[in-house]
């Protein structure tokens, strides 16, 4: 069963969200895996300023609210990957500046490998979302699909979403995610990006993969 401490917890971490500006009024969301069930930012809230009363707790088999409080309309993904993903327990979904003006462009980078820390931490590769209409089933199937063997996407005219084993690891994703897009913006689409035998060599040395 949920706790008051937990949810005191997920709300600050909503909190930490909106202080970091990956979120703003009511846009992205955030949930929270805890044994069978899911903390979900209910609909329509304010993830910079989340209350403990809009915070739904989801059976995570059912998606059914168990506290009457209506989860976020893109619940379902946020269930979804979790179902999918056991190795997962927070789901962020987050419109942050840079990262949604190239969610917004005509043409998206090929590669976001910037910087170390992106095939470190969000992915080598980022899988980009055809735009469905928020909170529909598409868009739903399109995010688990993505986030079924990546960390991290990109959902066009949208914004982004990310998961991770813990508020850290998704929050950490979100965060250099971010960066990478600042950085891609503001070199004038005039960047390098690391190359696969880099990439390898990061994988051995920082992550200490063994590769045979």
Known sequence: MITNLEIDEFVRQ????????????SSGNLSWRIGEEVLI????????????EKVAICNLATGQSVNGVK???EHVFHL????????????????????????????????????AEIPCHVGREI??????????PELAEAVMNALKEHNSALMLKHGQVVCGKDFDEAFERAMFFEM?????????????????????????????????
């Open 127 to 136: 899988p980009i979302i055809p735009y469905y209409r928020p909170g529909s």
């Open 14 to 25: 909503a909190h930490r969200v909106g202080d970091a500006g990956l979120t703003i009024c």
């Open 41 to 52: 930012s209910g609909t329509g809230s304010w993830v910079p300023n989340l209350q403990k």
């Open 180 to 212: 990478a897009c600042r950085i891609i913006i503001q070199s004038g689409f005039n960047y390098n990006v690391f190359t696969p035998e880099e990439i390898a060599d990061l994988d051995t040395y920082i992550l200490g993969k063994v590769t045979k």
């Open 80 to 115: 979804g990957v979790l179902r999918e993903r056991p190795d997962m327990n927070v789901v962020l979904h987050f419109q942050s500046p840079y990262a949604t003006a190239i969610a917004c462009m005509k043409e998206q980078p090929a590669n976001f490998n910037v910087t």
């Open 71 to 73: 989860p976020s309309m």
